[in-house]
């Protein structure tokens, strides 16, 4: 591991204003994935997910000057992930357009039973979305992609506390859906 | 199993209904997609290598850079400072108007009042020029009278 991989956030974003192309690499590594989860909270569309992480990743280079190198880094680009994805969203992309992974798919289980998935999946899509976004957001990175709490606190700004909030309020709000929503309005 | 029966035995929220995640970290999609996203920034960055390195070049090349700017400012300067000498320089009437403007006031206390350029209604005018020839004469007039033993 180079003396770059190791560096920290904000020293590599010092690196980036100056043109460092080796520290943009190992910054672009480490945040890909988060971004593209951020990213997926909000379009649920594999190419509008990647279309809204590259332009983050853009947004941040062109607007590093303006970054404080006295705070953290993340919790920026996360804000700038943030507002490129609301933004896509707003223009046209849509929260979820297959009910149905193409994993589910391919194994081609019992049609019932894949109704009946498809279902659930657009009622939990549906309570998702109507979540406000913080709590979505900490609830996918946490729950879908897997972060830990401190992680998921780092990348957002937030406390672990409130991230732990925002897990449970929105892991109950989907029960509730699951549990209680008519199967007519879960498409909404 | 039914639906309720299965929603009811299941009120955790199960994996396989949420969003899919993300690729696991490593795997090569994300390689292709840095790559992707490498490529995009690259004007970006090649915008900041070239301003990086004109720092490093010497002082009267930078002088050269900014050479119009500097000349435009110098150019304002100094009509600012000419325009600033022009409104400090003192706005003395000319003599010779002040004179003519007396000889033709003819006697009138307003005209003359009006030459030495106050406007002035000839009544007021005629009071005023009376009681400055009756004011009591300056300290150094009234000395030299004294000691003339007037």
Request: glycine share 4%; aromatic share 6%.
């Amino acid at each position: 591991m180079s003396s770059t991989d190791a560096a920290p956030d904000e020293a590599l974003a010092a690196r980036v204003r100056r043109g460092d192309r080796d520290a943009l690499e190992v910054l672009v590594r480490r945040y890909i994935r988060p971004v593209h989860a951020v990213a997926a909270s909000y379009l649920l569309e594999p190419a509008d997910v990647e279309d809204a992480a590259q332009e983050t990743f853009l947004r941040a280079i062109r607007r590093i000057d303006s970054y404080d190198p006295g705070r953290p880094f993340a919790p920026w680009l996360y804000q700038i992930a943030r507002n490129v994805a609301r933004n896509a969203r707003s223009v046209g992309s849509r929260w979820r357009t297959l009910p149905i992974s193409d994993a589910l798919r391919a194994t081609r289980p019992e049609p019932d039973l894949e109704l009946e998935r498809a279902e659930i999946r657009a009622r939990v899509d549906a309570a998702l979305a109507r979540l406000p976004e913080r709590r979505r957001t900490a609830f996918c990175l946490a729950e879908v992609d897997g972060y830990a709490t401190e992680e998921v606190a780092r990348i957002m700004g937030l406390t672990p506390g409130t991230v732990r909030s925002h897990v449970h309020f929105a892991r109950a709000a989907l029960r509730t859906a699951l549990r209680d929503e008519p199967a007519e309005q879960a498409g909404g | 199993m039914s639906k309720h029966q299965q929603r009811d035995e299941h009120h955790a929220v199960r994996e396989e209904w949420l969003p899919d995640r993300q690729p696991p970290a490593g795997a090569p999609i994300w390689d292709a997609r840095l790559r992707r996203i490498l490529a995009e920034v690259d004007p970006e960055m090649r915008r900041r290598t070239s301003r990086g390195t004109s720092g490093d070049v010497s002082w009267w090349t930078e002088i050269a850079r900014w050479r119009n700017a500097a000349a435009a400012f110098a150019a304002a300067a100094a009509v600012a400072l000419v325009l600033a000498e022009l409104s400090r320089a003192p706005r003395s009437v000319p003599s010779d108007a002040l004179l003519l403007d007396v000889v033709a006031s003819d006697g009138d206390p307003a005209a003359l009042w009006r030459a030495a350029g106050i406007p002035a209604d000839p009544a007021l005018a005629l009071a005023a020029l009376a009681g400055r020839q009756n004011e009591p004469s300056s300290g150094a007039e009234r000395s030299a009278r004294l000691e003339n033993g007037q």
